[in-house]
Nanobody
Framework: QVPLVESGGGLVQAGGSLRLSCAAS????????MGWFRQAPGKEREFVAG????????AFLDSVKGRFTISRDNDRNTLSLQMNSLKPEDTAVYYC???????????????WGQGTQVTVSS
């Protein structure tokens, strides 16, 4: 059973918005810092946004600052990524992941979802 499942991806025009969600099953997200990563074709996976277990600290990839917002609801065991003003270069498969510490390094994350495709057309 995959502990994290992403949803909300899709096709959107440049300038549009999408909201990604990550639901946990068999895993209590309140025990973990959470992150969103993305991987575009032919590129390495990169950190997009992260949030501490209480939500008091966040971190973002420079290119998404001011456009993306990360949030969590520990009672509902969910993580979200609100993406506004989307650009074609945001096109990628987006993954949520859980870590014991807020980190930009994917090696620090223990649990991963299977990803959701985001495609931004120009």
């Amino acid at each position: 059973q995959v502990p994290l499942v992403e949803s909300g991806g899709g096709l959107v025009q440049a300038g549009g918005s999408l909201r990604l969600s990550c639901a946990a099953s068999g895993l209590s997200l309140r025990d973990y810092a959470m992150g969103w990563f993305r991987q575009a074709p032919g590129k390495e996976r990169e950190f997009v946004a992260g949030i501490s277990w209480r939500g008091s600290k966040t971190a973002f990839l420079d290119s998404v600052k001011g456009r993306f917002t990360i949030s969590r609801d520990n009672d509902r065991n969910t993580l979200s990524l609100q993406m506004n003003s989307l650009k074609p270069e945001d096109t990628a498969v987006y993954y949520c992941a859980a870590s014991t510490t807020l980190s930009r390094r994917d090696n620090d994350y223990e649990y991963w979802g299977q990803g959701t495709q985001v495609t931004v057309s120009s």
